[in-house]
């Protein structure tokens, strides 16, 4: 090589000058990633090592209008587990099931939520027992990502008693999910399901706080974050009912085990609803922190089907329940009076056409006026009334009273009732000419083509019970809402409630209902199920009415499906709720705490 | 003159402070919240080890310059013969376990030849270096150096591992460099592989094509290596993107991976950013001496090994980076100062030879924390963990240390 001193200190001071810059490089990286990109970088390291844990808020405490608790929250736990994959916590529940029980089911549904949700803990376990958590405590070192939480957990001291409209809560599905995108919804939260809890979801749920936890690269848990406090869940105000969850019980007690129906009581001056019970019903206790598949198919598959809600899910012909409609509509019309008689008196049936209209009593009422026919449920009278009006504004009218609306009631799912718009409905279901004026001698009766929701006729019942005007029915107190359904004299309205007392009389088809000291006024109705057993039809039977008669405090409205007997027994226990709403001592929220 | 004492202090201050400060970092490597016990204890056996490197470095410190120089072809000798047996019986160990790097008797790892192998092929060079007159002018003229490379560089890429042979690439051009040999000609060698690199991309590569042509005719080579020179570059730039286009996007992945198996793309893309994370969250100051969450949490790959230097940016700042790269800086500052003043050209060549090495082991391992440089699994010297490394580098201080010691005018009396 050359050797040359000079030579060498040229390229000795080429190499420095080389390394000065190499290393200056070098420190201007660095100071660009940790000065200059500091902020980025450190919260991505911030974000690395923390996890965040949702704290669960309690739900809303839902108490009834004298403030005895529907719903409530217990303390519970849930376990839930940090996890860094899907195969990792494959690997973590395979273990938990050799410790705990786990089903198949209960896992892919934790796998499955860890996917929509892969930073936030995977609930395993949305409501594990004591035992269950003292066991995991025991074996907490085995798995790191494990998180064990005080979780509030819904409670219905009165089970199957408000199962009906308080509903349950369950597991935010990911179609509920996606629908709720941006109110703040994370997968594994409980969400209204049913009833007031998916009603009122939005003032109901609490809203949720933060814990920090500090997790490692494998998401083990490393201990508490330090420096990050967390954030309190919060505890929304609690929703007040119009219920009166004494006459709700009571409600419950008299459709017992073996009836099944529907029953609606409500105030006709404000709309609140006092009581509503479908029977049979079920427990929502058991929907709380996933319901069990035997459990849920063994409601499915019972036919008297206890999660179908008969007071505004079910379509039931309303029979003679609906004759005062027809009535109201020959008075309003000016085709009918009170004392007016029809041509042809009852004598257990009518002629129209080639066919024979039977009155449900074969021996027949005799010569009636309309006050004695709706007393006795005259349908010869009423087949007569209904020819009088005429398709067209028999139509009209149920449109005008409502028989085509739903009630309105704060409750999810309600049916629209079955009434035909016009007479083009029965053109386009038959033909032009595939049907008659018969059609009108059913719909006068409430029969045909007219199915109604218990709560539908309840509220048409708050109209009859007050001036005309129906109100909409409201288990949490909101602005209440009248609309005038018809407009007759006071003379006719006095005649028709005079005649609907007269139903709860020893003259009327009710007599057995009538209770000392309150003069009952209502209708009963029995319409055909179309359903057998023994070879006999059996009934839908119908009671709606009010009470007292002269200052109407409640309206009921009742149903029993698929019964042998008729109406009267339905207003037996319509009479039941009156009397022990009307008769009972004063309900203090105090006193019925202890219940 | 006493030959038998330590007389530049500032290089072997140095190097004893670069080592007590990874010392301190190994141990803060071992601190984590789910510790690993072979890490934890990391920190003691590197301790004994640069215990027995300071002992071997003193013992070659007293060895002349002469008497290595006369040792020079059995060593490299020595270290051909363990990397050919490290092929065929070694093994793999740690993130790089599909790389035979590892000596293995009996099932115990005893070291790692290429560590011996970068010192030996520095003296070899070196040797082979200064026994010419001139320095070499042609390309024909390398022969000579480019074997003595070349044999040892293969052995280390068959195993494979890609980072050492880069390290012996840079030892090469290095010394080349300071033997006197022109930058044009340097460029001339190198152009293959730039043309290499820049075939992704047409117009780069046509410009780098004009200005070979350009260095061929200034400088002018023999005209059968002008005309290699250029034929190479024109193969590496037009075939190179037509062969590597036809691969399948998992072939390509694999042959990444074959050049260098720690390499895996998507789980290295991974640790690299984790480890900028934990540079970047460092700051001015630092998360704290053993405190850095990254590390603690296990988010960093090879904390103790590949990604110390991670480490120091995360838990001693910007601060603790800066005096860690002066410290660097420093010591080939002070190589070159030892190569400048040797009193032959083999000593020169060994002093600049052994600061190459180094330097380019900062240079890639240090990038790699930022993503500037490819993951290739090479260390930091001084501060990776790692027994082998430590005492080669200390048997490089004891080396320069008598260099300097038989340099022109004693180093101690002179101005830095």
Redesign the interface.
Known sequence: ???H?N???R??RT??FL??G??TF??S???R???L??A???L??ET??LREVPLPAPRAIIYDRHGAVIAENLPGYSVSILSRSSDSLRVALTGLAGVITLSPEQMEAAVRRFKQAPNRPTVILADASFDVVSVLEEHRVDFPGLIIQAAPKRYYPDKEAVASFVGYTGEITESELNQRQNRGYKSGQEIGKAGLERQYEEQLRGKEGTHFV?????G?V??EAGGRRDIAPESPDPLYTNIDLDLQRFAATLFGDTLQGGVMAVDPKTGEVLAIHSAPSFDPNRFIGGVSTSYYSQLRDDPRRPLYNKVIQGLYPPGSTFKLATAIMGLEAGIVGLDDHMPQPCTGGYFFGNRYFRCWDKRGHGDVNLRQAIEKSCDVYFYQLGLRIGINKMLAGGVTLKMRDKSGIDLPNEKQPLWPYAAEYFNKRYGPGGWSNGVLLSLAIGQGENSQTVANMARFYTALATDGSVVRPEIVKRQTERTRLFQLTTDQMDGLKAAMAGVVSSRGTAASAQIQGVVIAGKTGTAQSGVFRNGVELNHAWFTGYAPADDPKIVVAVMLEQVPFHGSVAALIASKMIEHYLKRPTIQGAQLEGD | MNRKSVSDYPLVILALLLSAYGIAVVYSAGQTDFPVPYIVGAWKRQLGWFVLSLAAGYVLFRASVRLVEWMTLYLYMLSIFLLVITLIFGSGAGTAASVKGWLTIGGVRIGQPAELAKLTVVLMLARVLAARKEAPKSLLDLWKPALVVGGPWLLIMAQPDLGTGIVFIGIFFALLYWSGVSWQLLALIASPAVSLILAFNTGLWGAWFLILIALVLYYRPYIVEGVVLVLANVAMGVIAPLLWERLAPYQQRRLLVFLDPSADPRASGYHVLQSQVAIGSGGWFGKGYTLGTQKRLAFLPAQHTDFIFSVVGEELGFIGVTIALALFLMLFMRVVRVASRANDSFGSLVAFGLGASWFVHVLVNVGMTLNLMPITGIPLPFFSYGGSFMLASWLAIGMLLRISNEGRGRADSLAV
Do not use: C, K
Request: glycine share 4%; proline share 2%; aromatic share 12%.
């Open positions: 090589m050359s050797f001193p030579e060498v200190q390229r000795g190499a420095s390394l000065v190499a290393f070098l420190a990286a660095f100071f990633t940790q000065i990109e500091h980025a970088y450190n991505q390291s690395n090592r500090e997790v490692d690269a494998r083990r490393v201990g």
